[in-house]
């Protein structure tokens, strides 16, 4: 009778333990972040401009580069937003871009909002940057360099955030609220911008 019992217990102990071990499994599968950009910054282009040049550029693809990267490199498992993805977080990245051409500066702005669960805002993190350079010599690249800079300020603050790191280092359990791309067109929609400003 204490054998059967003793068997009983053990087996489901292990029981117990494989079903942790498949939530754990199909927890790695899920991203800690889902990237989300708006659109518009793929399409609209911006214009910098200097008293004898202009340089127009699309920032969705730059940012995206930078934030995917940065952000792996960070948080680990992080994707771009698609379809019905879900993941722990979603955070939308927002940037803004100037130049000021009689310092010759690039000033980089990112704000990231993460959100979790069905539309939770976690926080907002902006970070900024200052590279100096012509904008008739390497613009694109003085221009990733200031998004990175931005994106690394931004990283910082968001380690900082000890609401966030507690949402992206638990565990995700079954039946648990995650957070789907879906619900982007629940956001609040930013002013358009005709410029860099």
Known sequence: MRVEKLIRMTCLAITLLI??????????????M????NPQEYTNQIKLWHFYYDYWFAQGPVVEKVAKERLEKEYGNVSMCEGNQSGKTLVWIQPRMFYNPQSLIYYGTISAKVYSGVGKLVGEYVGESKVHGYL??????RVHDAYDVAMQNAIGKMKTDQTLQAIINTPTLTGSTDTPCSMVTLLPTPKIRAMSF
Do not use: F, G, R, V
Request: glycine residues 0%.
């Open 19 to 32: 079903s942790i071990n498949h939530a754990q499994a199909e927890d790695t599968s899920k991203p800690n």
């Open 34 to 37: 889902l990237i989300y950009i």
């Open 136 to 141: 008739d010599i390497q613009n694109s690249k």
